[in-house]
């Protein structure tokens, strides 16, 4: 079965650190892959999404994601966090053609002011 | 917003017991979801439909059962209650016709004691 796997469990990181959150995927096929975020409180939010093409794509508040295809990777980025960054973010994969959409357990991101 | 409603939003019940959540969504979707969100998990789907009486299996379907009568309603049911199905629950539907993006319901919160 496909799998979605996010290394960090929770960061912490200071305001205008950089950032870079990994996530890997199991499936072998054609897939689309999708950043969502989820503010304290708050149910989740679609970030960015990747279907086809530039493998970077960028996303809502500055945030960034890289498709790498030969490391099955998405990792998500962004230069310079905000307090206002502080949240859970999810990494998801859906096969192409198939609307079975699988989450990653998530990373707890902690921005310091 | 999609027009996504979960009820109820909070529910505390007990062991043993049956408990059905509900998802009203108001712009005709075709395709829905139940998640459950569990800290270290993530999200984790239960059932999906794919149309008015067509359902099928996540990767923790055991213990729920799911039901859709009619395209605005997707029901979750738990037959009986476990302590191990305490969790927040999620809707969510897919918007756009090969958009393949989640939206996501507020959520309900079931504490089984």
């Known amino acids: 079965a496909q799998s979605v796997s996010q290394h960090n469990h929770h960061v912490i990181l200071s305001e205008a650190a950089s950032l870079e959150l990994g996530c890997n995927y199991s499936?072998?096929?054609?897939?689309?892959l999708f950043w969502y975020v989820q503010y304290p409180g708050q149910h989740l939010q679609l970030l960015l999404k990747?279907?086809?093409?530039?493998?970077l794509v960028k996303g809502i508040k500055g945030f960034e994601a890289e498709f790498i295809k030969s490391k099955f990777s998405f990792n998500l980025r962004k230069p310079s966090v905000q307090w206002s960054d502080t949240a859970e973010y999810f990494c998801?994969?859906?096969?192409?053609?198939?609307?079975?959409?699988?989450f990653g357990a998530g990373t707890r991101l902690t921005v310091k002011p | 917003d999609a027009g996504i409603t979960q009820s109820p939003r909070h529910k505390v019940t007990e062991t043993g017991t049956p408990v059905t959540l509900r998802c009203h969504q108001t712009e005709n979707h075709r395709y829905m979801y139940w998640y459950r969100q569990d800290p270290g998990h993530g999200l984790r789907l239960i059932h999906y439909?794919?149309?008015?009486?067509?359902?099928d299996k996540g990767e923790v379907s055991d213990g729920y059962s799911v039901s859709r009568s009619k395209t605005e309603d997707f029901l979750l049911t738990l037959e009986s209650a476990t302590s191990s199905q305490t969790s927040v629950y999620f809707c969510?539907?897919?918007?756009?016709?090969?958009?393949?993006?989640?939206?996501f319901g507020a959520g309900s919160r079931l504490t089984v004691l």
């Open positions: 499936y072998g096929g054609t897939v689309n």
């Open positions: 990747y279907f086809s093409g530039d493998p």
């Open positions: 969510a539907i897919l918007q756009g016709s090969g958009a393949n993006v989640l939206t």
């Open positions: 998801a994969v859906n096969p192409y053609n198939n609307n079975d959409m699988r």
């Open positions: 439909s794919y149309g008015v009486k067509d359902t």
